[in-house]
Nanobody, 120 residues
Framework: QVQLVESGGGLVQPGGSLRLSCAAS????????MGWYRQAPGKQRELVAT???????DYAGSVKGRFTISRDNAKNTVYLQMNSLKPEDTAVYYC??????????????WGQGTLVTVSS
């Protein structure tokens, strides 16, 4: 099995910054795409950013230029640096990975979510 542990959420004022982390552990052979999604109250879950195994990144238009996704393959960890935060960034943030296990299975794994609240 593969588990994800997220950290770094919290309360921040508008214009502030937060850094989210998501560490994967378990029977991992390799990790392909890693990503962050978010779900605001009353809204559907939406893509925030993804990073491929080769380091290619993609961002939602609403966060481009403010958020940066990165990964540390040695630590099986993906990060989301969030700057210039706005109240509309308030949401539960989930990490997601596409992983190949040591038994050869292809899995999509989700983190438990971490709450980010942007408010004065």
């Amino acid at each position: 099995q593969v588990q994800l542990v997220e950290s770094g959420g919290g309360l921040v004022q508008p214009g502030g910054s937060l850094r989210l982390s998501c560490a994967a552990s378990g029977s991992i052979f390799s990790i392909n795409t890693m990503g962050w999604y978010r779900q605001a109250p009353g809204k559907q879950r939406e893509l925030v950013a993804t990073i491929s195994g080769g380091g290619r990144t993609d961002y939602a238009g609403s966060v481009k230029g403010r958020f940066t996704i990165s990964r540390d393959n040695a630590k099986n960890t993906v990060y989301l640096q969030m700057n210039s935060l706005k109240p509309e960034d308030t949401a539960v943030y989930y990490c997601q990975i596409l992983v190949v296990t040591t038994s050869g299975r292809y899995l999509e794994v989700w983190g438990q979510g971490t709450l980010v609240t942007v408010s004065s």
